[in-house]
């Protein structure tokens, strides 16, 4: 018996890119099948949409900055993308979060304006879209706030978060509850859970209500629920009588969770599969088409053959690209060009950290239509794309959302027909 | 300005100095110790780890390889919990000149260097990673010792005798009163205070560095030729018992397991700066292939970082022909009353961490001839604190000391178990700011994530304990960021970019540390 | 490769870790207990500091439950519950294994011994003074989930039967949970098999190993494996004919954990085994891709909700019951989002660990609940031992609906 499995598309990478491309396709009424190693970037990222923060100075309005961008680098993934697509994309991932399975929660902002939220560490980031729970720490809203954790959170420091907004301008203290939970080493994920129970988050307000002032929203590390937030959110906001808001933190990332779900249930409404543990270990060619990719299931390998290909298994990060130990560059899973190297004998690092590092903007090298070089049938999103710095631009959610959609279109090869299924 | 009086000035905070330190405080003398920098910051903390058996010397250089066999034995018994008992293989791989093996069991039996030869089955049982294509393989008892530890333990015996441990203080002058060195005036480097220190007898323990000390106070000719050497630390044991090539010693020949690492090295260049760091990408690809050799894959194993360490090669430009001198290949001690009719001063440079004991104990011999005093020393019976039970460090202890306390115990650097009560107990006990001088008391940032993970949760308790500023805190965080950095970028692949793109998405991305107020 | 290069493998891989945290996200136990720090800190992390010869000092890890859901969501290819699963091989090896693990990891003896004496071991087992006594003795928790004995093997009934000869040959392996308590579910494979025009054979048999290397009995599970795959391995010489299997877990183990935790990856009998085991929905839904399924189905007009365990997805070939009772017309399917039943084959019957295990499934009974489903499928007997024990509804195999939309059920089959 041959294990050989039929697909109109095969997406490999269940990350933002991956999963809106094989969405997008399966709503087109596509048999799609999303490949994916394993959990991707979802549930570490902030899970705001990062759609233009730098450029390379702080960008108060992201379609203008990126039409700017665009006529100054042709390179970067939004010359292939176009500022009209972003916002199509942006406002698709709006829908889908609103009627996805979190009841209630949804996404605010756009592209006309960057919302500037406080990080952990108390810097201001700039983020287009984000979710409801973040939106009261928005830089204009917060005259003064009370930046609220606890010891057993090791990765929630409130004390050093509120000197910095303290050193924006910002009226900002902070408090530290002893929320005496099960154990020492507690992630934003089991305080999540906690959040989840309703019993818990009363005494949980009891106890912070006692320490805040008036007139101060405060700030929570984001772990306001998994599974209903906009209750959660709710709840605190009426039991404290303030506003509250999340603040994302290290991995792993709750809202990142939530955002993984509303993808994957979006994916599965839609009748795309997903196969989780289906690394790709293998792949056939006949010339510029892609003819097959295996990925390594229990036993044997299993081939997944489609006429279609997108490749959105991201960066450096994800180990999708990879420099080895002779320090060449590849393309792992289906060994395509890739661009932005630095020149032959040219730095890959330089030794001060926080400056853009050559390798930066290496991705796979494709064409106006996202196609990868030397296929005909393998289109590329989200990181994987070159000519981007993501973190240091605030872009990686913008990139991935737009160029996930874009493939789904050119996969379908029939924009206007993926179109109507939108609308 | 603040004035300190003591019987011996000892500057250089390095192993040897500190050794002197312990060794003169336990013969009951009262000893302040300087160093520009935190203590083992120069070429103690800077090597890869490596406790001799001597079996690197028996055939070269067997005076070396006796003295190490010694010292091995004496550290063992009195620094007993900064060492691990690895042991350690000799092995002829397809690359090495077969006739050395029996050379290298002649040298250690010549030498008394305790060498067994073992079947390759036996080796590649306790090894499985090993070369199978050894030939011959000889164990010796080799180890490893966790020189931060050893230096710390020793210093705080010393205080605990008196002793006066001044990290980030500089010797900015050294005194002559005629024919005698009576002290120092000394740089507070963190407050820019400066103090003078009165001293019956200086010593330069300076190391790489004592060159430039001994310039300081008039005194010519010591030249220490720094030679440089990286050394690539592998994210985990790829080995247990430290492997050498059995060879003559030269680059890239040996790789220590210590703590959860594994160390390659080493290379060895001539420079003219004791402080050069410079990393050469020919020498990180040496490393990569003799690894290779010894460990097949290694080039697939993933590099945490390198470092540069510079050994301190002693030559001097005033030979006077007597026996002003007091050297051994190993080491070189100068009595400057003999060299150059100059009371109060003593030189210790060259040698090896593993002999820094014996080392301190000729120089703390010398420092009571200029005193005029007998006093014996007692370093090689008495135990560093910690040390007392004589039970040599397992790599497991601190997974066993978090298991005891699986719950209730807050894990701030995950990779090397770091809880949060050592931390806080390290901030208060420094009383510093900078992250990287915790790191060396803790290891705090030293596993696979580079402090991806623990530089925040660190930047953050430090920050509300001690009620940092703002910009305190974030200089923390970013220096240490950058300190971390500068190790890592120069070995960058494979894992270990994976881990600095998911390290740059967290201060860069989550955090956006790129964009703290000003 | 030398006898020791197979765990090297596996713990080389903890270079992988970049410590995101992912698995930790998705950990069963760890996200409801204390007792178990996680796959991250017992896996890659621990692992750093366990030396071959040294004491094992981190007897934590013997609260992970080996379901393997870790490994499956690490995008950086760490095969943490290996790692973990050595850990505990050698944490038994030093410090003994409980009389309990070595009677409840061996399905066959307990099967032979509860079929013969099924009215006395059933009564047993539902009797609360005994389980009480059972739990003291043993710690086997007295409310864990106790399958009956059917009183009847499987095999028996196989043998008194013969597969029409269509030429069309296929190797049933139905395990021991249809062996011994569940032989109603072989009998309805080998009947979906038949009438796919399949003819099934089912060479003698026993357990995989799966509850002995779970429990980190590792010499024990690799002799029961090997025995398994020298009884398999004959019976597949030709290219064309596979084995399938009903018990995912056990199919899991012959296709991939006994290679790679056992360390028998060069084992050839086991390695032909294990590359021609099919789960039994992998194979219906493959056939059915290829358009070689027979779809005659009739409407089962019903609401059951879909549970995929864990050792199913570790297959890594995503949920094919899923799409396969989607074909039924009538049926509709919810497809649970939850990770695990906290059963994990032997874990949550172990009296240390039930608490642990209920608190596991939790997620999977509430949304159970949610649903409005009449019952559940699951691909696993232990988890639907649990699952119908916890949510108080008959859980059964996915093929069920399968065999009733083929009215099979009504053919006396």
Avoid at chain 1, 18 to 35: D, E, K, S, Y
Avoid at chain 2, 302 to 312: E, F, I, Q
Avoid at chain 3, 156 to 163: A, C, I, L, N, Q
Wanted: with cysteine.
């Amino acid at each position: 018996m041959k294990s050989e499995l039929h697909f109109d598309a095969v997406v490999i990478g269940a990350g933002m890119a991956g999963l809106v491309a094989g969405t997008r396709l399966a709503q087109g009424g596509a048999r799609v099948c999303v490949l994916a190693k394993g959990h991707g970037s979802t549930h570490l990222a902030p899970a705001t949409i990062d759609v233009l923060g730098y450029a390379p100075h702080l960008v108060q309005e992201p379609v203008a900055a990126i039409e700017k961008l665009v006529a100054e680098h042709p390179q970067h993934p939004y010359a292939l993308l176009g500022s009209e697509l972003v916002g199509e994309a942006v406002g698709w991932f709006a829908d889908t979060v609103a009627g996805g399975p979190l009841p209630g929660y949804t996404y605010v902002g756009g592209l006309e304006r960057n919302q500037m939220l406080p990080t952990a560490v108390g810097a201001l980031r700039p983020s287009a879209l984000v979710p409801e729970t973040m939106a009261a720490g928005e830089r204009d809203q917060l005259a003064r706030v009370c930046i609220a954790g606890t010891p057993s959170l090791r990765d929630f420091h409130p004390s050093l978060c509120a000197a910095n907004l303290a050193a924006a301008g910002i009226e900002a203290r902070s408090v530290s509850l002893d929320l005496k939970l099960e154990r020492a080493d507690m992630s934003t994920l089991g305080i999540a859970r906690h959040f989840d129970d309703p019993t818990w988050r009363r005494q949980f307000c009891a106890e912070l209500s006692l320490t805040l002032r008036a007139e101060e929203h405060v700030g929570l590390p984001a772990m306001l629920g998994l599974t209903d937030p906009h209750a959660v959110l709710s709840d605190l906001e009426h039991r404290l009588g303030r506003r509250v808001f999340e603040i994302p933190t290290l991995p792993p990332s709750v809202p990142g969770m939530r955002l993984y779900e509303i993808l994957r249930a979006a994916l599965r409404a839609a009748g795309g599969r997903l196969v989780l543990g289906g690394e790709v270990v293998g792949s056939t060619r006949d010339g510029a088409r892609l003819t097959a990719v295996s990925t390594n299931a229990a036993g044997r390998d299993l081939s997944y053959v489609a006429p279609a290909y997108v490749l959105a298994t991201g960066g450096f990060a994800s180990g999708a690209i990879e420099l080895d130990s002779r320090w060449v560059t590849h393309e792992r899973v289906l060994d395509l060009p890739l661009r932005g190297l630095p020149a032959d004998g040219g730095p890959r690092f330089v030794s001060t950290y926080l400056d853009e590092q050559p390798l930066a903007r290496v991705g796979v090298a494709v064409d106006g239509d996202l196609r990868a070089d030397g296929t005909d049938n393998v289109f590329v999103a989200g990181a994987s794309l070159p000519g981007a710095a993501p973190w240091r631009e605030g872009s990686g959610e913008g990139i991935a959302l737009a160029s996930g959609y874009k493939v789904a279109q050119m996969v379908a090869g029939r924009p206007q027909a993926t179109q109507e299924a939108t609308a | 300005m603040a004035t300190l009086s003591t019987d011996v000035l000892v500057i250089g905070g390095g192993a040897t100095g500190t050794g002197i330190t312990w060794d003169a405080s336990l013969r009951g003398l009262d000893v302040v110790l300087i160093d520009r920098q935190d203590l083992a910051e120069g070429t103690s903390g800077r090597f890869h780890g490596l406790l001799h058996s001597g079996g690197r010397y028996a055939v070269k250089d067997p005076r070396a390889a006796v003295e190490c066999i010694g010292e091995n034995r004496i550290l063992r018994r009195v620094a007993s919990d900064c060492i691990e008992d690895t042991g350690g293989f000799f092995v002829t791989t397809p690359w090495d000149d077969p006739a050395y093996a029996d050379r290298l069991a002649q040298g250690c039996a010549e030498t008394g260097v305790d060498c067994e030869e073992i079947s390759v089955a036996q080796a590649l049982r306790e090894e499985p990673r090993l070369n199978p294509q050894v030939s011959r393989v000889f164990r010796v008892p080799d180890a490893n010792i966790d020189v931060w530890k050893t230096v710390w333990a020793m210093a705080h015996g010393a205080q605990q005798r008196g002793a006066r441990i001044l990290p980030y203080h500089a010797a900015i002058a050294i005194h002559r009163e005629g024919d005698a060195i009576t002290g120092a005036r000394v740089r507070d480097a963190r407050t820019g205070e400066e103090s003078e220190i009165q001293a019956r007898v200086t010593v330069n323990a300076g190391g790489a560095w004592a060159g430039q000390i001994a310039d300081l106070a008039g005194i010519e000719g010591v030249r220490v030729l720094p030679g440089r050497g990286i050394m690539v630390a592998m994210n985990h044991r790829l080995v247990n018992t430290v492997v050498n090539r059995c060879q003559m010693p030269t680059d890239g020949d040996i790789i220590v397991p210590i703590r959860t690492v594994s160390v390659v090295g080493t290379t060895d260049v001539n420079t003219d700066d004791p402080d050069d760091h410079t990393v050469n990408q020919n020498e990180v690809d040496l490393l990569l292939d003799e690894g290779e050799k010894l460990v097949p894959g290694f080039r697939q194993a993933r590099a945490l970082r390198v470092w540069t360490g510079v050994r301190p090669l002693f030559e001097d430009d005033k030979p006077t022909g007597t026996d002003s001198r007091d050297v051994t290949r190993a080491h070189a001690l100068l009595d400057h009353e003999q060299r150059d009719g100059i009371r109060g001063f003593v030189t210790i440079t060259g040698g090896k961490l593993t002999t820094f004991r014996l080392m301190a104990e000729e120089t703390v011999d010398a420092v009571c001839r200029h005193l005029g005093e007998t006093r014996p020393c007692r370093t090689a019976t008495e135990s560093l604190p910690g040390s007392e039970s004589g039970e040599t460090y397992r790599l497991g202890e601190r997974l066993a000391r978090k298991e005891a306390k699986l719950i209730d115990e807050q894990i701030i650097c995950e990779c090397e178990l770091v809880p949060r009560s050592k931390l806080e107990e390290a901030i208060s006990r420094t009383g510093s700011t900078n992250l990287d001088d915790i790191r060396r008391q803790l290891r705090l940032g030293m596993g696979p994530c580079q402090g991806g993970f623990c530089i925040y949760r660190a930047a953050g308790i430090m920050q509300e304990r001690d009620r940092l500023s703002a910009k305190q805190a974030d200089t923390s965080l970013l220096d240490f960021l950058q300190e971390r950095w500068k190790g890592e970028w120069p070995v960058l692949y494979g894992d270990q970019l994976r881990q600095a793109r998911l390290d740059d998405w967290i201060f860069q991305g989550v955090l956006d540390v790129a964009h703290l107020p000003r | 490769m030398t006898d020791l290069a197979e765990p090297e493998f596996l713990r080389e891989s903890l270079d992988h870790c970049v410590k995101c945290t992912i698995c930790e996200t998705q950990c069963p136990v760890s996200n409801v207990s204390p007792l178990f720090p996680g796959p991250k800190y017992a896996g890659p992390q621990s692992e750093r500091y366990r030396v071959a010869d040294d004491p094992s000092v981190d007897l934590s890890v013997d609260y992970c439950s080996g379901c393997g859901i870790c490994s499956m969501v690490c995008p950086q290819g760490v095969k943490i519950a290996e790692i973990n699963a050595q850990a505990r091989d050698k944490l038994k090896r030093q410090k003994g294994v409980p009389l309990r693990d070595r009677i409840i990891t061996r399905p066959t003896w307990l099967g032979r011994v509860g079929t013969a004496t099924a009215p006395i071991a059933n009564f047993s087992l539902g009797f609360k003074p005994a389980r009480v006594l059972g739990e003291k003795v043993l710690g086997v928790h007295r409310d864990a989930p106790a399958p009956k004995f059917a009183g009847r093997r499987f095999s028996r009934w196989m043998k008194g039967r013969t597969s029409p000869k269509t030429g069309r040959k296929i190797i049933y392996f139905h395990g021991c949970g249809t062996e011994y308590y569940e032989p109603w579910e072989g009998e309805k494979v080998v009947a979906i098999l038949e009438h796919n025009g399949f003819e099934v054979v089912v060479p003698k048999q026993d357990c995989c190993g799966l509850p002995l290397q779970s429990s980190g009995l590792f010499d024990d599970a690799r002799k029961v494996v090997l025995r398994l795959a020298r009884n398999l391995a004959p019976h597949v010489r030709d290219e064309d004919t596979i084995i399938v299997g009903n018990a995912t877990s056990c199919t899991l183990m012959l296709k991939r954990e006994a290679r790679e935790i056992l360390n028998l990856e060069d084992d050839p009998a086991l390695k032909r085994v294990s590359e021609r085991t099919y789960d039994i929905c992998e194979l219906l839904l493959e056939l059915h891709d290829r358009g070689e399924l027979n779809t005659d189905f009739q409407p089962v007009n019903e609401t059951v909700a879909y549970h995929a365990p864990c050792q199913q997805q570790g297959q890594w070939i995503g949920k094919p019951a899923l799409e396969l009772l989607a074909l039924v017309p009538g049926l509709e399917v919810k497809e649970m989002n939850a990770r695990c039943c906290g059963i994990a084959g032997t874990y949550g019957l172990k009296a240390e660990k039930y608490d642990i295990a209920q608190a596991a499934g939790r997620d999977l009974f509430d949304q159970v609940a949610a649903s409005g489903a009449s019952t559940v499928a699951c691909d696993s007997e232990t988890c639907r031992w649990q699952i119908a024990a916890a949510t108080q509804r008959p859980s059964v195999h996915p093929i069920d609906y399968l065999h009733r939309a083929y009215g099979l059920d009504r053919n006396g089959a």
